[in-house]
């Protein structure tokens, strides 16, 4: 069984800076609603793999969106307003709270739309949607996980055991339907997120995703 355990190591104004532990992976996670703190993030997560970006290796990127399910269906089938938005490079982890910002930084909107970047997560297509409809985020390069893995719609937490070995991952259908909008994310929701982005890019990277990888998808 793996141990998923989240430590907070400091509280600042413009964000909380959290130690998640995923069995013996130890992931940094900034947890901000600012703007400001979201842009370094992504300027120094190209700062480090400038080589990789440079060269046109190409980066990927775990990702992941989450939202508070509405209580009735939305007219038009309009998609809900993300909560959070999460990103996984290595072991750093953005847990942007996009619906309490005031604003997407260009850097992080250049981020996205970046054709040597691969976003590779669960569902993407559907995160992807929600982004470009709210806020209006366009994601260049994104990879499937039911698709790259050839495990269709097995959970998240199937593929972490049979594909990378790290078992007895749990994410609770109760954290994942509760308030991603909240001013103040709760250490549950911390790890949960970080957890999806963390699994999403190990996952990715098992599968050889790579900006020059096949595009595959599902809906």
Not at 55 to 69: K, N, Y
Not at 183 to 191: I, N, R
Not at 201 to 209: E, F, N, P
């Amino acid at each position: 069984m793996t141990t998923v355990s989240a430590r907070l190591r400091r509280s600042e104004t413009k964000h909380d800076t959290y130690v998640v532990r995923v069995g013996d992976s130890r992931v940094v996670t900034t947890v901000t609603a600012r703007p400001a703190v979201a842009r370094r993030w992504v300027c120094a997560t190209r700062w480090r793999h400038r080589r990789r970006l440079r060269s046109g290796a190409g980066l990927t990127v775990g990702m992941g969106v989450q939202w508070t399910p509405p209580f009735r269906a939305l007219a038009g089938g309009a998609e809900p307003r993300p909560g959070t938005l999460q990103l996984c490079v290595g072991h750093r982890c953005l847990v942007f709270q996009i619906a309490q910002a005031n604003a997407v930084p260009a850097a992080l909107g250049g981020f996205m739309a970046d054709g040597v970047v691969a976003f590779v997560g669960y569902g993407i297509r559907s995160d992807c949607r929600k982004l470009a409809a709210h806020h209006d985020l366009q994601v260049s390069c994104t990879r499937e996980l039911r698709a790259v893995t050839g495990m269709g719609n097995a959970s998240m937490e199937r593929m972490a055991e049979r594909l990378i070995g790290v078992a007895g991952i749990k994410k609770p259908a109760r954290v994942g339907r509760s308030k991603w909008d909240a001013p103040k994310l709760s250490k549950t929701q911390v790890k949960y997120a970080c957890v999806d982005a963390f699994l999403s890019l190990r996952l990715g990277v098992h599968a050889g995703v790579s900006p020059a990888s096949t595009s595959t998808s599902t809906s």
